[in-house]
């Protein structure tokens, strides 16, 4: 049997398991798929609405819409690529490497090649189906401006797989060479090199460009150029993004048959080529990787058995005593947090991605500073302050969902661990939301503190934003918390495939819901700002204050207690523990 034969066998299982999950979850839970449907219906409509307008008003800037529209279209594709190989790269080592269906499957009369070619396609579906979810409505608004034809959608559709399957490509590539060639040693020393050299050419492009606003002053011509100075790299012609984008844009102009030509047979060709390359490395290096991996995992457990028998005496002497942090909260309950913070940290998925986000909003929110100087009027400056705490709330939202919702599921096998400890798993879920509110909240209230010393909001103004990112970091992390527990998947450990459930996306809905309620009723307190321009030091005096300021209260609480409750009742029920 030829591979290709094997891994339609893995698809057509697939399929029908995934179609029987799917029937089962309507049947059990129908008015919560309506809701999501519901939901994302509106979401799509919503969002080709603001994509029109947006599009829209770029489009009608006098001598430069054209070019600027179509420089929107080619970051957002480089950027797109960016994240689509972290993620393949990130979720194929989860499921290669870190898998028991994995381990399984090299138990059958497979070949490791239809496995490793399955695997990275499996990995390709989970990470891209929302960046398809998100460009939809993108580009049906863009093909609206520009009054393209019907074959517009069918051309850029074809495109859009075949960039999807070279850029995943890519991403399993580099994943498969590390994995072989490179120790942990070696690859964090490359990534920390590969920062070193990232954070200094961007240090020396902003001593550059603050040189060059200084000598030449910030006249619009000069604006202009600095910001498509800034995203040349997405208009590079190795670029497999710049392919696609250049594709889209050429179907939406007359009389461009050769540009139009060129670039999708660019991507025909280089995925391809792309797949001939994973079918060989999954041939000649999948299997020795897997080898590599597991010794490297064996050769550390070793390290560290015989480094903590070398300190057994010295642990049972102080076993005696309480910890610091024990004595505030429990033996109990510090062993629990301690366990969930080693587990986060040794695996290289969790804290990277973690770090990636928080270090981008790090540096989106030092450059607030330059946007100080330009804004004279302050319904300005609020305006801005409120899209900074929406995007650290979306930002918090997606955190919560990729890393406190699959918590529970991730026990897996082990939750009768837990439930013969002498913790209540009552208490055990409480105290995964009290240390999931704690880290991810300290962590944005710390960009807050940093945007509003950048914005100059003032003492008053930074406090009232960073209790309103306070309120939505227990309210999310509430919601992600009951819902992982209320919509479990213990036969996974692959957290982003538990988070693609449907739980997960119930848990992302209900954020993306619960942050647009929470802003839309925050602007209505301040709405004298944007009315009037003047900024009341009292605004919290008034009946319409203290009533919204009751309505923001009563829903995070709403929020975080809800899903809490239910999960509570769910486990005394048993319904979960009587699954393992």
């Known amino acids: 049997m030829s591979t290709f034969s094997q891994w339609l066998i893995l698809l057509r ?98 070949s490791h090649q239809a496995i490793f070619l399955w695997k990275v396609f499996e990995s390709a579906m989970v990470s891209s189906w929302g960046l398809i979810f998100i460009l939809t409505p993108l580009l049906a608004a863009f093909a609206k401006i520009r009054e393209v034809s019907p074959d517009f959608f069918i051309k850029t559709a074809f495109v859009l797989v075949l960039f999807l399957i070279l850029v995943s490509s890519i991403g399993a590539a580099l994943l498969i060479i590390a994995t072989r060639w490179f120790s ?23 001593i550059e460009d603050e040189k060059a606003a200084k000598d030449s002053g910030l006249s619009a011509a000069l604006t202009f150029q600095r910001v498509l100075h800034h995203t040349n790299a997405s208009v590079n012609r190795g670029m497999p993004s710049a392919w696609l984008s250049s594709s889209v844009i050429d179907w939406t102009r007359p009389y461009r048959h050769f540009g139009s030509a060129m670039y999708p047979t660019l991507l025909l060709s280089n995925a391809l080529m792309g797949i001939l390359l994973l079918t060989w490395a999954g ?19 070793q390290r560290k058995y015989l480094r903590n028998r070398s300190s057994t005496a010295q642990i049972l002497r102080d076993f005696p005593r309480t910890p610091f942090l024990a004595r505030f909260i429990g033996r109990p309950i510090a062993a629990i947090s301690g366990k969930d913070l080693k587990t986060f940290f040794r695996d290289p998925a969790q804290w990277v991605q973690f770090t990636v986000v928080f270090g981008l909003l790090a540096i989106y929110s030092s450059g607030l500073r330059k946007m100080n100087g330009d804004m004279e009027q302050v319904r300005d400056l609020y305006l801005v302050a409120f899209l900074n705490l929406a995007v650290c709330a979306l930002a918090l939202s997606t955190l919560t969902t990729r890393f406190v919702f699959p918590q529970f599921s991730l026990e897996g096998r082990r939750l009768w661990i837990l439930a013969m400890s002498p913790l209540k798993m009552q208490s055990i879920i409480l105290q995964k939301f009290i240390s999931s509110t704690l880290a991810s909240g300290a962590l944005v209230m710390v960009i807050l503190v940093i945007s509003g010393y950048n914005l100059q909001l003032g003492v008053r103004d930074s406090l009232f934003f960073i209790a309103a990112v306070a309120l939505l970091a227990i309210g999310l992390n509430g919601l992600a918390v009951g819902l992982g527990v209320l919509f479990p998947n213990l036969e996974e450990s692959n957290a982003a495939k538990i988070v693609s459930g449907f739980g997960g996306t119930l848990c992302l809905v209900g954020s993306f819901i619960y942050i647009l309620a929470f802003i ?49 009742k769910k486990l005394k029920r048993l319904e979960i523990l009587s699954i393992i």
């Open 520 to 568: 839309l009723v925050l602007a209505f307190l301040r709405w004298d700002v944007f009315k009037d321009g003047v900024v009341d030091p009292f605004w919290y005096e008034s009946p319409k204050s203290q009533a919204g300021i009751a309505i923001i209260l009563g829903l995070t609480i709403l929020v975080t207690v809800l899903p809490l409750f239910f999960s509570r």
């Open 283 to 301: 041939n000649r290096w999948f299997y020795q990787s897997w080898n590599r991996s597991l010794q490297s995992a064996a050769f550390s457990a």
């Open 184 to 206: 942990a040693r070696k690859l964090l020393l490359g990534l920390a090199l590969v920062a070193l050299i990232s954070f200094g050419s961007a240090l020396k492009q902003g």
């Open 13 to 110: 299982v697939h399929i029908r398991m995934m179609r029987v999950k799917a029937l089962i979850a309507a049947k059990r839970s129908r008015l919560m798929t309506g809701t999501i449907v519901t939901f994302l219906i509106s979401y799509m409509i919503a969002a080709y609405w603001l994509f029109s307008e947006g599009l829209e008003y770029v489009s009608n800037l006098p001598a430069a819409g054209s070019l600027l529209s179509d420089r929107l279209i080619f970051v957002m594709f480089f950027c797109f690529m960016m994240m689509l190989i972290f993620s393949v790269g990130v979720t194929s080592y989860i499921s290669l490497y870190r898998n028991r269906d994995t381990r399984w499957l090299l138990t059958l009369p497979v």
